[in-house]
Nanobody, 125 residues
Framework: QVQLVESGGGSVQAGGSLRLTCVTS??????MAWFRQAPGKEREGVAA????????YYGDSVKGRFTISQDSAVNEMYLQMNSLKPEDTAMYYC????????????????????WGQGTQVTVSS
């Protein structure tokens, strides 16, 4: 089994920054990602990485503002969020997949089988 615990969410003004952390335990998965979901909207892929390499992937709405990274030594994944906008407001989830996903599916939430409980990010204008 894999357990994921997110932290680092909070409230910030537009233009500000936050750093989310996902602590993982259990066996090592191949793909990890951040997703977000705002009320009434579908879960959206934010960023993903390949745990055994350096490949990273980003959703179009966050490219150039968010950075995903990992520290394998401490089993943590991060999402550095800069230049935050009110439309970034959502519950952010850490997810992991035991499958080697293609680039086309790496931001598809249906491909992930392990999820954290989420951390709320609220950006005010």
């Amino acid at each position: 089994q894999v357990q994921l615990v997110e932290s680092g969410g909070g409230s910030v003004q537009a233009g500000g920054s936050l750093r989310l952390t996902c602590v993982t335990s259990g066996y090592k998965t191949l793909r990890m990602a951040w997703f977000r979901q705002a009320p009434g909207k579908e879960r959206e892929g934010v960023a993903a990485l390949y745990t055994r390499g350096s490949s990273t992937y980003y959703g179009d709405s966050v490219k150039g503002r968010f950075t995903i990274s990992q520290d394998s030594a401490v089993n943590e994944m991060y999402l550095q969020m800069n230049s935050l906008k009110p439309e970034d407001t959502a519950m952010y989830y850490c997810a992991a997949s035991s499958s080697l996903l293609t680039a086309e599916s790496v931001l598809d939430y249906r491909r992930y089988n392990f999820w954290g409980q989420g951390t709320q990010v609220t950006v005010s204008s």
